[in-house]
């Protein structure tokens, strides 16, 4: 099962889209492809060249909130995220959220998950694909200081968002994003002003860190603690899948890791290059000018292929090995430049949580050595596990 020859968006969910990355790399590294009207950037070098332009924004400047978000609570978060910003505001805040992920310790994200992953799996009915995308949710929502009894709820409404800003065009999916938004400002409000909040808790350390930078405004705060979650939930449910799947198809591997438990954290690393969950990014000039080596012109898009940077042999020798104790490795799965992921080391601790439940509990992955199929998507790839 090899499926239709893919294309740079469809190439997100093809079985195997990485020969086809492989032919980019090598004879296409960047080029404008007209049927979709942007340019494409797949190799290492014109990855980093993109996402490090300083000409490059990570939304169009005429829209910076989707217009089928627009007069919702949707908008109102998405206007706010430090991620989907540029200027002045960006790094001064940027720092915040970084500085507030570091302060989550990884035994604190490891431990958080450790707690859940059992307990969603051992919810009845629950299934895998459950697991992987609940996970993530549940993790940051309780290190962000949400309530337990407030964690289901925050799940749903999150699951709703995340998808209704990742895919706005669908009606349906915009209006329940524009519900689960309201939700989730209300109640993210509602934590940042108790003082039942832990002051240890990360919206908290993030409330004190966006008051050091000059950005107390609560809006702010609020959106970007909702952003912390809606940023992991589908990245890490695709890397909890994706190492699933990777570690289904090497037996030898699973036994070596079933035997040295350790060993998997260096495996969901080599996941992140060899089948990461993030496949593409997108950016989009402010002005005309040269990226890359290629003039280009002021609102030109660029699809950005992580996905296939990761398996450039340049910046990876021997790239189709999938090799846990790589040395050296590169990865782009969560961005290089002003806009990096400042998450990447959260996320691959509750992937490595999550699996290692997984593993522990003796579960059947044989389904998942198979040829897979995969949630719909024009970024994400993430497995459907249970079918």
């Known amino acids: ?167 706005p065009g669908s009606p349906d999916q915009a209006e329940r994003a524009r519900s689960a938004a309201g939700h989730l400002l209300e109640e993210f409000r509602s934590l940042l002003g108790s003082e039942a909040l832990p002051p240890g808790a990360a919206l908290a350390v993030l409330a004190r860190e966006a008051r050091r930078v000059g950005r107390a405004d609560t809006d702010v705060i609020v959106a970007n603690g909702i952003g912390f979650m809606s940023q992991a939930y589908e990245a890490t449910a695709g890397l909890i899948g994706n190492t699933l799947v990777a570690l289904a198809r090497r037996p030898s591997l699973r036994e070596e890791v079933m035997a040295e438990l350790p060993l998997l954290a260096a495996i969901v690393q080599e996941v992140l290059r060899f089948d990461p969950p993030v496949q593409n990014t997108r950016r989009f000039l402010a002005r005309a000018g040269t990226v890359g080596g290629q003039a280009m012109n002021e609102g030109d898009a660029v699809l950005v292929l992580l996905a296939a940077a990761n398996r450039d042999p340049r910046a990876n020798p021997d790239p189709t090995r999938f090799d846990p104790l790589r040395a050296e490795r590169r990865i782009f799965t969560f961005g290089t430049g002003p806009h990096a992921c400042p998450g990447a080391a959260l996320a691959a601790t509750i992937a490595t949580a999550g699996v290692e439940h997984v593993l522990e509990a003796g579960l059947d992955l044989s389904r998942c050595a198979g040829p897979m199929t995969y949630h719909a998507s024009a970024n994400v790839r993430i497995p459907r596990l249970d079918g």
Not at 27 to 51: F, H, I, K, Q
Not at 96 to 118: D, F, K, M, Q
């Open 1 to 167: 099962m090899t499926g239709p020859s893919p294309d740079p968006v469809t190439a997100v969910t093809h079985p195997d889209p990485y020969p086809y990355y492989a032919g980019l790399v090598s004879e296409r590294p960047l080029y404008r492809d007209d049927a979709l009207g942007v340019w494409v950037a797949s190799s290492a070098d014109a990855v980093s060249a993109v996402l490090t332009s300083d000409i490059a924004r990570v939304r169009p400047p005429a829209e910076p909130v989707p217009a089928a978000l627009l007069g919702s609570p949707a908008a109102e978060i998405f206007r706010h995220l430090v991620r989907m910003n540029d200027g002045a505001g960006h790094c001064p805040f940027n720092r915040a959220v970084a500085a507030t992920l570091e302060s989550i310790a990884a035994g604190h994200a490891r431990e958080a998950g450790r707690v859940w992953a059992p307990t969603l799996l051992g919810r009845p009915g629950s299934t895998l694909s459950g697991l992987v995308f609940d996970l993530p949710v549940y993790v940051v929502a309780s290190l962000l200081g949400v309530p337990e009894a407030r964690l289901a709820p925050t799940a749903l409404w999150l699951g709703d968002f995340a998808r209704g800003i990742a895919r």
